[in-house]
């Protein structure tokens, strides 16, 4: 792939990491909530908003880290990737889980855009995966996430 391919899609990729498109971002999804929401249970929903954003977390971080090490141990599926059912957050929590999340995210875009990363080739310690299919993993991920965030803000009437 040439280096103007190549930029290219990466500037693509990053662009489907961090804006919404045709749907609202993480970030709007998450923005303007207080304890007393990001902790409410919703009647047929099994899990809360707060636990939401910290699945979000954990995968990310496990993504990010299989991406970088092959030594890296992933979580226990399914249960590894989830906080306690009755799991809450405070405010420091919260806001720790946030950063995390946006540290990794950069971590993960500056994988992408260094010159030494071939986005195509098979991670060695992988059966087939490549950076770019855990980009898009990623980002695929979030955004199915940030829609049950929506429709769960929707549901305690938390919506614009």
Do not use: C
Request: negative net charge; charged residues 20%; glycine residues 4%.
């Amino acid at each position: 792939m040439d280096q103007s391919t190549r930029a290219g899609l990466v500037a693509e990729i990053i662009n489907l990491l961090t804006q919404g498109q045709a749907h609202a971002t993480f970030e709007e999804a998450t923005a303007g909530l207080t304890p007393e929401l990001w902790n409410r249970q919703v009647p047929q929903v099994p899990y809360t908003i707060w636990q939401l954003v910290e699945h979000v977390r954990i995968a990310q971080e496990d993504i990010l880290a299989f991406s970088l090490d092959a030594r890296h141990p992933s979580p226990p599926w399914p249960e590894g990737y989830w906080p306690a059912k009755t799991a809450t957050a405070n405010e420091a929590t919260w806001q720790a889980t946030l950063h995390q999340i946006r540290q990794d995210q950069q971590r993960f875009i500056d994988l992408l855009q260094n010159p030494a990363t071939d986005l195509l080739a098979p991670l060695p310690h992988g059966t087939g995966q490549t950076v770019l299919r855990e980009a898009l993993l990623i980002a695929d991920h979030a955004a199915y996430h940030t829609g049950e965030i929506v429709l769960v803000r929707r549901l305690l009437h938390a919506w614009k």
